[in-house]
Each structure stands twice: as structure tokens, then as C-alpha cells.
């Protein structure tokens, strides 16, 4: 179940980014995935007429399965809790209650 969304703070719990700390740019849904800002690939770029070759960042998709919420004052990772008052609903964080 898909419970993030774009400007979440996250951290990655497994991989090689394990413990890196950023937020949401997108989430791809179809292939349950996020890209995260801070989390990039390096990729070799052959040059051509338009633009020259080289080493660039791209940004690299992860499961959503890799990665938590995170609490910024806190410092603490923590599932999410979708609570329904009436026709509203609140996101908060189960450890810190603290709402998003």
C-alpha cells in the first residue's frame, strides 16, 4: 500500500543508500517505486551534437519498500498512522505523533 507522497521526508532503511535522508520528487505508483533527491547513479554519457559526453547524476528510482518515514525534530523513522475524523483524514507518524 502506497503511503507516500511528493515532499515526504524519508530515509533509506536497506541498500547501498542505507541511512541517506531526503525528500520525495516523485512517486511512480505502476512500478512502486520513489525518487528521492540525494539518491543518484552515475552514468557515462557518449558526446553527441547536441551535448558533450561525460560522467552525470541521475536520479535513481527505489522501492518504497526500502525506505520510512522520517521524523526531521525527532530524528526517528516511523510507519504512518492514517487516522479518519469525520469526512477529513490525518497523516501522522505511530512513534512521534506528529502530524504531516
Same mark, same amino acid.
Given at each position: 500500500m502506497n503511503t507516500f507522497k511528493k515532499d515526504d521526508?524519508? +530515509?533509506v532503511i536497506s541498500g547501498a543508500h542505507k541511512g541517506l535522508i531526503g525528500k520525495i520528487i516523485k512517486v511512480l505508483p505502476k512500478s512502486s517505486t520513489?525518487?528521492?533527491d540525494g539518491l543518484t547513479m552515475k552514468k557515462h554519457v557518449k558526446?553527441?551534437?547536441?551535448?558533450?559526453?561525460g +560522467?552525470?547524476?541521475l536520479h535513481k528510482a527505489i522501492q518504497w519498500s526500502?525506505?520510512?518515514?522520517y521524523s526531521e525534530k525527532k530524528k526517528m523513522k516511523s510507519k504512518l498512522k492514517v487516522t479518519v475524523n469525520g469526512k477529513t483524514k490525518t497523516r501522522s507518524l505511530k512513534k512521534t505523533k506528529e502530524d504531516l
Open positions: 521526508q524519508v +530515509i520513489l525518487i528521492i558526446p553527441t551534437q547536441n551535448s558533450q559526453g +560522467i552525470k547524476d526500502n525506505v520510512m518515514h
